[in-house]
């Protein structure tokens, strides 16, 4: 199995333009915060002393979530590609069992999300920096560390299950090319979550990539939300949070970091589990 992840991680690095397609859409993202976005929501806290790092640390903790998802997805490719010139029909015919082809699948994709959103963290903390904002402590960097690792982890298992459905490289690549356009929004990056009808906010909240921006936006945003609300009421500063995404109301109830973290591992446990049985139909 080790040469097989190998393998599929020299493949998708090698192709440059596999890197930078799977990397689209945080590309697009920061491209409009950058034209736009970003002096737009940054005219709400002109005067306020650490207005310009949280807006700064909500945007990036938003594309430090969404990078797990479109890099997985985008070394899934290989995938598609093996079945595309029958090249897993040449791996099924030696003693190479399906299961162990599959992880190596899964294998190599998890460790091309966690790579990705890494040098997405370095590329994010020194843009922060130059903008005037701090790095992240140590102990505030271990707990995004968490997050991104549980994140990766439940993207590979949910966009392996959600692959494996595709019969065609043209239906993968319009998943691809949705998911890219998509994923902005179901994460509260290119519209606020509070900003949006209750029905698209219950999507939201839905979306599993969507606990990990919230958990990532509350770590991040933590020191400069401190300096922006000094002496605000604390229903003010609760009125924010839901607004930008960074506390998740449901059913009138405030959603904890604890609850968020259990339902990414439980997303994480029943894709693993319908991996698992897809694959040990295909045996059968």
Same mark, same amino acid.
């Given at each position: 199995m080790?040469?097989?992840?190998?393998?599929?991680?020299l493949l998708f690095f090698r192709d440059r *333009?596999?890197?930078f397609f799977s990397l689209l %859409?945080?590309?697009?993202?920061? %491209?409009?915060?950058l034209l736009f976005l970003g002096d737009v929501m940054k005219s709400d806290f002109r005067g306020i002393e650490g207005g310009g790092p949280l807006v700064d640390n909500w945007i990036m903790a938003g594309v430090i979530a969404v990078t797990p998802i479109t890099t997985v997805m985008? *070394?899934?490719?290989?995938m598609i590609d093996d079945q595309r010139f029958k090249i897993s029909k040449d791996f099924l015919s030696s003693p190479v069992k399906r @299961? +162990? $082809?599959a992880t190596g699948y899964i294998a190599s @994709?998890?460790?091309i999300g966690v790579v990705m959103t890494l040098v997405t963290i370095?590329? *994010?903390? $020194?843009?922060?920096?130059?903008? %005037?904002g701090a790095l992240l402590t140590t102990s505030a960097l271990g707990k995004v560390l968490a997050v991104v690792f549980l994140n990766c982890l439940s993207a590979t298992f949910m966009l392996f299950f959600v692959v494996s459905l595709f019969r065609s490289a043209s239906a993968y690549s319009t998943a691809s090319t949705l998911i890219g356009t998509l994923i902005g929004f $179901? +994460?509260?990056i290119y519209i606020p979550v509070g900003s949006l009808p209750a029905p698209i906010q219950t999507i939201i909240k839905v979306f599993p990539p969507s606990h990990a921006a919230m958990l990532i936006r509350r770590i991040m945003m933590e020191p400069a939300e401190t300096m922006a609300f000094a002496g605000v009421p604390a229903s003010e500063l609760l009125r924010f949070r839901l607004i930008m995404g960074v506390s998740f109301d449901l059913g009138g109830r405030i959603i904890s970091w604890w609850e968020s973290t259990l339902y990414l591992l439980c997303v994480g446990v029943v894709f693993f589990l319908l991996s698992v049985w897809k694959i040990s139909r295909k045996q059968a």
């Open positions: 080790r040469a097989l992840v190998k393998r599929n991680l *333009a596999a890197v %859409g945080v590309f697009v993202i920061i %491209g409009l915060y985008g *070394a899934m490719g290989n @299961s +162990t $082809l @994709s998890f460790i370095v590329l *994010a903390e $020194l843009y922060i920096v130059v903008n %005037g $179901l +994460t509260g």
